[in-house]
């Protein structure tokens, strides 16, 4: 089974510090994103990565920045966390396309981050 | 751009009954994969089916079906002999085939509720 695992469940923040969430996928997937969840505006895509060094810009990546190194891990940064970043973060990764291939989005379990 | 509208923000079914989730998008492709994915209170996020688009008959998983209608570009979730475990957050999501690294494109979700 694919596991994608997020390092916090649960993240308690000033305003004004430099938060690190980290996301790390056990199986090979090229492709990695950084969604976050809002009530009644879904999912809003952050940043994206299909390649280890590699990144592209979501919908909302203001405030945001993001460090992939290694193809199993991908981070999300908060550069000066401010109160309008708090909310659900949740990560994902799929394969690349090969052929006839759905590349289904695997979803870790979520950090819900609190920035005071 | 694609577009993935889920017009019920809420919904709720006796426990037994059955229940359809409404999605529609907005394309100019003829080839691409429709997903519904649930969210669990306090879970993770899970692929519950998917459809490509090409094909003509409707993905049945279990319990859970859908009816796709190309011309309409409606994408609707049936949920039989609703159980309370199926309460939930439900997103459709869209992603065109062929497209590389693209990600998904999601609706912003409707809350399931089930009444024993």
């Known amino acids: 089974d694919v596991k994608v695992t997020q390092s916090s469940r649960y993240l308690v923040k000033r305003t004004g510090e430099k938060v690190f969430l980290e996301c790390v996928q056990d199986m090979d997937h090229e492709n990695m994103f950084w969604y976050r969840q809002d009530p009644g505006l879904g999912l809003r895509l952050i940043y994206f990565?299909?390649?280890?060094?590699?990144?592209e810009k979501g919908d909302i990546p203001e405030g945001y920045s993001v460090s992939r190194e290694k193809k199993e891990r991908f981070s999300l940064i908060l550069e000066s966390a401010s109160t309008n970043q708090t909310s659900m973060y949740l990560c994902a990764s799929s394969s690349r396309p090969r052929g006839v291939s759905y590349n289904e989005q695997f979803f870790g379990p979520g950090t819900r981050l609190t920035v005071l | 751009a694609q577009t993935v509208t889920q017009s019920q923000p809420e919904m709720s079914v006796q426990e037994a009954e059955t229940v359809t989730l409404s999605c529609t998008y907005d394309?100019?492709?003829?080839?691409?994969?429709l997903f519904w994915y649930k969210q669990p209170p306090s879970r993770q996020m899970i692929l519950v089916i998917r459809q490509e688009a090409y094909k003509q008959q409707n993905a049945t998983e279990n319990r859970f079906s859908v009816n796709f209608q190309k011309a309409a570009k409606s994408f609707s979730l049936k949920i039989s002999d609703s159980q309370l475990g199926d309460a939930a957050m439900y997103f459709c999501?869209?992603?065109?085939?062929?497209?590389?690294?693209?990600?998904?494109?999601f609706g912003k979700g409707t809350r399931l509720s089930v009444i024993a």
């Open positions: 999501a869209y992603r065109r085939r062929n497209s590389g690294n693209t990600p998904l494109v």
């Open positions: 990565s299909y390649d280890v060094k590699m990144k």
């Open positions: 394309t100019s492709e003829s080839d691409y994969y």
